[in-house]
């Protein structure tokens, strides 16, 4: 690659920094319509009410950058001040939601020398670091896994390996890439979207607990001696040290470093592919973009992306293909094990398969929504079909890990349903233990547990917060 394209792809990413979305920055009224012009150097998040199934769609292949936020008929919109103008143009009525400063390229936004940025979040070196040594303090418990090359390192241009950490009380065959395991295996991964940074954090506590705990809390211990439980703190470690570069003020890039398709976007648009659009299951579907430009460009073709493939590749080490069908009503046999969980921000959801469209269910819809609703009521969060309760989005994880291995899998989508100030992509770090984790902590717990069984889970797992499939879920809003 060109120190051209690599100056470019840097300065691009640079430009897109914004703090955090909502409840730090300035906030207009909904419907206050005499609200200021922001001034050039402001980003600003829009709320846009919808009256149509088809306007997050519509949104989306407009280009804007459809937040991952939902509060009943209204949709999030990160833009600029010109970025009005043109939803008008669209037919939507939008008014500002909260400002926050654009990022600048300084010597001083940087991560801290101790691998931190923003108050205390972690980069990827940080990530890895962990790992390390969380693997030398427990050698009985946890072993690293190297699973592939981020997109920059195959490149030659920087970059990552890809990394996993295996956790469980280690018995001889433990922890082995091998589908046919003695024990069931629970999947946590995480910033698969660079910019989610919460949910770095929370696989990090999450590894933390399942070590620090085993012989304290019978739970964990159980658990532990059970069930190997595999995390993938960074799925997208290209975009994350784009993230950090923003130091205090983090950069909000969402997609992988992938500039192969297109490097001029300008600061209201990214290079780089949507790493949860680009993966080979209902791929080029609702909620995609073929604009490189886009927050959701899908990519070049299905599974074009390294840190893909190489997640891909890991999953099929460790599951075994037990969805033999290949039409969207095919079931996953009642017997097969292990359970998944993408954690992404931050619009307070429990989202299951399909979510590339919500008129089609899967084969083992009944048990997938009575998990998932028991997870939305332990967290408080809604649960459903992605287009039931957000927006469809096709080429996504747990779409593909269901698809192709038959895995019971999920997105929590982590948010601030109790306004504590904790919404947006990068809340003040003080969220992470005085409130998401402990929402977080027991929805894992409990997933982990059906790890063993996940499709013989009793339909009374739901507590009634799930409606029938294609409901519309409630307005919650705060």
Known sequence: MSRTRLAALAAG???????????????AAAGNTAAPSPSPD???VYRVPAHHKQDAQKLVQAGYD???RRQGDDLFVLGDRNSAAGLRRLGFTPTVESTMPRS???AHARPDADGTYDGGYHTVDAHYAHLDQVAAAHPDMATVVTYGQSWLKQAGAGGHDLKAICITRIKPGDCQLNPNAAKPRFFLMSQIHAREITTGEMSWRWIDTLTNDYGKDPDITRLMDSTEMWVVPIANPDGVDIVAQGGDNPVLQRKN???????????TGQTGVDLNRNAGTHWGGLGTSTQPCSEVYLGPAADSEAENTGLESLFRQLYPAVRTGTGDSDPAPADAKGMMISLHSDASMVLFPWEADHTIHSGNDATLRALAAHMGSITGYQSGQAGEILYDASGGTDDWTYDKLGLASFTIEIGD????GCSGFTPSFSCQDSYFWPKIKPALLYAAQHAAAPYQASSDESDGSAGPAGAAAPDRRH
């Open 13 to 27: 990413a640079t430009a897109l920094a914004a703090a955090a979305m909502f409840p730090q920055a300035s906030s």
């Open 42 to 44: 402001t980003a600003v």
């Open 66 to 68: 459809l937040l991952e």
């Open 104 to 106: 600048r390229p300084s």
């Open 257 to 267: 470093a992938d500039n192969a398709n297109g490097v001029s976007c300008g600061w």
């Open 417 to 420: 349903v109790d306004g504590r």
